[in-house]
């Protein structure tokens, strides 16, 4: 039987990964994993976790399993961060899962059961994951247009133009914030015409938010879904705890589900529990249980709240400074758009070829679209990123 098994393809992330730790300049930087670092290069377990952690060890009594959602005060505690109260909770269904990844698997099982024709449409670009999952699904797949190349800004009349087009009942993944792979968001104005396009044509959103206080803070990071879930009469909602709470290894996430009657929440709700069965049974609730905590604590939550804050201004202080020293090096404005993207993550715009330039000749190590993590800069590395960049561009 696994004679019949062929090679799947290498991830490409995965791949610089490797590459850049192969390599053995000291001077090398890694620009490709989507891991937050400070200013050191370290991923450092929030304060706030280590004492959630702590007291959990001295409080918690059992390892049983929880039930096949998950802690339902997880799920109350999320829905609270996400939606701020702005649905009402008898149409809102929710599961707790492996990571975000773990939602958007989920939500799209829940699509293949409930609309097995529908269309996903997808940003382009978008995170690898989307189309990867929703390919080895065997989904009907369809991009809609969103980035403009050469003012690193959304191309938002294409993209709205697109999502216009649409027909009823397809599905449209959206960024909720901080868009990965480019950084670029839509303004609130830009937010309320793809609403209301949604409204108009039927089309489902679905709403991948893995990101939340790391671009402009936890409330305004969360006004697209708010709006989105407040406004259209269903959705999906897929959230991350990896980066907001740095517990990437906990894999902890949620998929909401927020029906168009109280009289269908029951029905979601199962459907989301059985597929919760068919695919690991019980979710994780290590990382679950440590984020109920500080959300439920008024100590830990100001703590965590304020790590996250210092997180976010980091990386806000890096785009402007690389911007600057871009705009220096190259005596131009082509660069300035860095400063105004948002998240961890920006496409630079450069080619290939550049890439590897910078690559082979600095040990600049970035995804080969040009999209650059921006934490894993620092302000010792900036200017180096800077004049490698520009010395490629001469």
């Known amino acids: 039987m696994l004679s019949n098994l062929t090679a799947q393809p290498q991830d490409k992330i995965l791949a610089l990964m490797a590459a850049y730790r192969a390599d053995p300049r000291e001077t090398k930087i890694d620009l490709g994993v989507g ?8 991923t450092p377990v929030m304060r706030a976790i280590k004492s959630a952690e ?22 109350a505690a999320m829905i609270d961060l996400v939606l701020g109260g702005t649905v009402d909770a008898d149409r809102l269904s929710a ?19 409930a609309a097995p024709r529908a269309t996903v449409w997808l940003s382009n670009p978008t995170w690898p994951n ?36 649409i027909p009823a009942g397809d599905i449209v993944l959206l960024h909720g914030c901080c868009h990965n792979p480019t950084g670029a968001n ?33 409330e ?11 406004q259209l009469p269903e959705c999906l909602i897929a959230a991350s705890c990896s980066k907001n709470f740095g517990i990437y290894r906990e894999r902890t996430g949620i998929l909401m589900a927020i029906s168009p009657s109280a009289s269908l929440q029951a029905v979601t709700q199962g459907n989301m ?65 860095i400063a105004k993207h948002r998240g961890m993550f920006s496409r630079l715009g450069v080619s290939p070829e550049v890439v590897e330039t910078i690559r082979a000749d600095n040990g600049v190590y970035m995804v080969v679209d040009s999209r650059i993590n921006i934490a894993g800069l620092n302000a010792h590395t900036v200017p180096i990123l800077a004049q490698a960049l520009a010395t490629a561009l001469k």
Do not use: C
């Not at 839509?186 to 039927?202: K, P, R, T, W, Y």
């Not at 305004?220 to 407040?230: E, G, L, M, Q, V």
């Open 95 to 113: 599961v707790a899962t492996p990571g975000g990844t773990g939602a958007v698997r989920q939500a799209l099982e829940l699509v293949k059961i």
């Open 35 to 42: 891991v937050y670092k400070d200013a050191t290069g370290a």
């Open 130 to 165: 989307h189309p990867s999952i929703v390919k080895y699904l065997g989904m009907p797949l369809a991009e809609y247009r969103y980035f403009d190349s050469q003012t690193g800004d959304v191309d938002f009349d294409a993209m709205l133009a697109d999502i216009k087009a």
């Open 273 to 337: 529990a059985f597929l919760n069965r068919q695919n690991f049974s019980f979710p994780p609730d290590h990382g679950a249980r440590l984020v109920t905590m500080i959300l439920g604590d008024t100590g830990l939550r100001s703590t965590w709240s304020s790590e996250l804050e210092d997180t976010r201004l980091s990386m806000l202080n890096l785009r402007q400074q690389l911007a600057d020293e871009l705009r220096q090096r190259t005596n131009s404005d082509r660069f300035d758009f």
């Open 220 to 230: 305004d990071d969360a006004r697209f879904t708010r709006k989105i879930a407040s």
């Open 54 to 75: 702590e007291l959990l060890w001295k409080t918690q009594e059992t390892k049983a399993y929880v039930g096949l959602a998950g802690d339902p005060a997880f799920s």
């Open 186 to 218: 839509l303004s609130a104005e830009q937010e309320d015409q793809i609403i209301a396009a949604l409204a108009a044509n039927g089309a489902i959103p679905f709403v991948d938010i893995a990101y939340q206080g790391f671009g402009d803070g936890l």
